[in-house]
């Protein structure tokens, strides 16, 4: 079966820590998305990563890094330095920047 | 301004048609989008038509653009329950290939 998977469901952290969300595609997508969802609004462009070893920031990238080792995987850490990390965090994918993206089930963090 | 633009909430019975309106930005925008989803899930891609086309059909789905007006809608024809969902709309600007989204549109299903 092709597609995106993200883990965990759910995810806790506490207040200092940092936690990183898994994003991981088998469908040989060159680029790779982060986005940012809160109640009552669209989502929010984190990062994004048009090829391996690449990644420039979206319109929301403070508080957050990722990485881009490999063509498949898309981690995403959420730093101490977010404040407001409580949201609902949706990997996609695409073949090409100008391309559909697909998208991740995603991942809820909350904070504790 | 840089906002697309949804309605929040939309309610019918079930059996009647759906219309989800949406207005963009800008008119150079390659593609629009429809996304549904799901509670707790992420976005499923319903549908999405060309800037150069005024309509595009697929089953119970028909999007209509007018570039004019920047204005597109989802009609869903004969809505059932699992129709029930929050629909997305976005547009890719032309510029970089970003895709911006509206708020999404909240569709509750009556029987």
């Known amino acids: 079966d092709g597609g995106i998977t993200q883990s965990p469901k759910y995810l806790f952290r506490k207040e200092g820590q940092n936690v990183t969300l898994s994003c991981e595609q088998n469908l040989n997508h060159d680029a790779m998305y982060w986005y940012r969802q809160d109640p009552g609004q669209g989502l929010r462009l984190i990062y994004y990563?048009?090829?391996?070893?690449?990644?420039q920031k979206g319109d929301i990238a403070e508080g957050y890094s990722v990485s881009r080792e490999k063509k498949e995987s898309f981690p995403l850490t959420v730093t101490s330095a977010q404040k407001n990390p409580t949201a609902f965090y949706l990997c996609?994918?695409?073949?090409?920047?100008?391309?559909?993206?697909?998208f991740g089930p995603g991942t809820r963090l909350l904070v504790l | 301004g840089e906002d697309v633009e949804q309605s929040l909430f939309l309610s019918v019975r079930e059996g009647d048609s759906s219309v989800i309106n949406c207005t963009y930005t800008d008119s150079s925008s390659t593609y629009l989008y429809w996304y549904k989803q799901e509670p707790g899930a992420g976005l499923q891609l319903l549908t999405y038509?060309?800037?150069?086309?005024d309509m595009k059909q697929d089953q119970r789905l028909t999007v209509l653009l007018n570039k004019k007006d920047k204005h597109l809608s989802l009609r869903i024809a004969d809505t059932q329950t699992g129709d029930s969902a929050i629909y997305f709309c976005?547009?890719?600007?032309?510029?970089?290939?970003?895709?911006?989204f509206g708020q999404g549109t909240e569709l509750s299903v009556k029987p």
């Open positions: 996609a994918s695409n073949s090409g920047f100008q391309e559909t993206q697909y």
């Open positions: 038509i060309f800037s150069n086309m």
């Open positions: 990563s048009q090829i391996v070893n690449d990644f």
């Open positions: 976005a547009e890719r600007r032309n510029q970089g290939g970003k895709l911006i």
